[in-house]
C-alpha cells in the first residue's frame, strides 16, 4: 500500500523515492520555516504583520513530536527566519517554544549560520520550509527541503525543481493550510502519521515528556542590525 497516495493523489509533488526520502528524514535533527508564505498566504496587514494558523500549528507540533520519537527523545531545534519584524512571527514562536526567530533577514544564510553555530548542527541536518527566491541560499544547503506552492507560481516551481532545491513541494499554499499537508506527508514518510496523533489524542506519557520538554526552552529572538 502507498502511505502517499492520498497526498499524490491532491497534487503534493515528491521528488524522489519514499525510501530515498525516509532516508533524508533519518538525519534531521532541526526544522526551520519562513514565515510569509509558508503559515499564512503572504499578505500584510498596515502594520507589516501576518498571522498563522492553529491548523499548521498542530501540525509544526505534531512533527516535533513525531523527530522527538525518531531521534530517540532528542527534541529537534527549530527556529523561523524571516526577511520581515513581524509581531504574529514572534508570539507563535514564544507560545509554541521554538528555540529561535529571526526576524528582519534580508540575506537569510546571515541567520541560518548564526542558527547553525549556536545549536551546533550542520546544514544537512535541517528540514527548511520556505516559499521563495529569497529563500534558495538556505533551501539549496538544507539536508532536507519543502516548498509551499502559490497558486500563480508554477514557473517558480518548475525553477526550484530544475536546481534541486526541493524534495517536497505542496499541492496547497501557506493560506490553504499547506503547512499542515507538508507537516503531515513528512510524518508518513517516516512511518509514524498515526502514532504521532493517537499519542497526542490519548496525552501519552511520552507526549508529556516530549511537551515538558519543549516547553522548557526559552526561545531566542534575534533581530538583524541595518
Known amino acids: 500500500m502507498d502511505d502517499l497516495k492520498s497526498f499524490r493523489d491532491q497534487g503534493t509533488l515528491f521528488l524522489h523515492s519514499p525510501e530515498a526520502l525516509r532516508e533524508r528524514l533519518r538525519t534531521i535533527r532541526a526544522v526551520i520555516f519562513d514565515w510569509d508564505g509558508v503559515f499564512n498566504d503572504g499578505w500584510k496587514d498596515i502594520d507589516g504583520g501576518s498571522p498563522f494558523s492553529e491548523v499548521g500549528s498542530m501540525g509544526v507540533n505534531m512533527l516535533r513530536f513525531g523527530l522527538w520519537l525518531q531521534n530517540e527523545e532528542h527534541l529537534p531545534y527549530a527556529a523561523v527566519i524571516t526577511g520581515q519584524h513581524n509581531g504574529h512571527a514572534e508570539r507563535f514562536v514564544q507560545r509554541e517554544r521554538m528555540h529561535g526567530l529571526y526576524m528582519g533577514f534580508i540575506h537569510k544564510p546571515e541567520a541560518f549560520d ?102 522548557a526552552v526559552v526561545p531566542e529572538i534575534v533581530r538583524a542590525q541595518r
Open 114 to 215: 548564526a542558527f547553525l553555530a549556536k545549536h551546533q548542527l550542520r546544514a544537512e541536518q535541517v528540514a527548511f520550509f520556505f516559499d521563495d527566491a529569497i529563500d534558495l541560499s538556505v533551501a539549496d544547503r538544507c539536508g532536507f527541503r519543502v516548498l509551499m506552492r502559490h497558486p500563480a507560481g508554477q514557473a517558480f516551481v518548475e525553477r526550484v525543481i530544475a536546481r534541486g532545491s526541493a524534495d517536497v513541494v505542496t499541492a496547497f499554499s501557506g493560506g490553504q493550510n499547506g503547512l499542515r499537508e507538508a507537516t503531515d506527508a513528512l510524518l508518513h514518510i517516516m512511518g509514524r502519521y498515526g502514532e504521532t496523533i493517537d499519542r497526542r489524542a490519548a496525552y501519552s506519557a511520552d507526549y508529556q515528556r516530549y511537551l515538558a520538554e519543549r516547553q
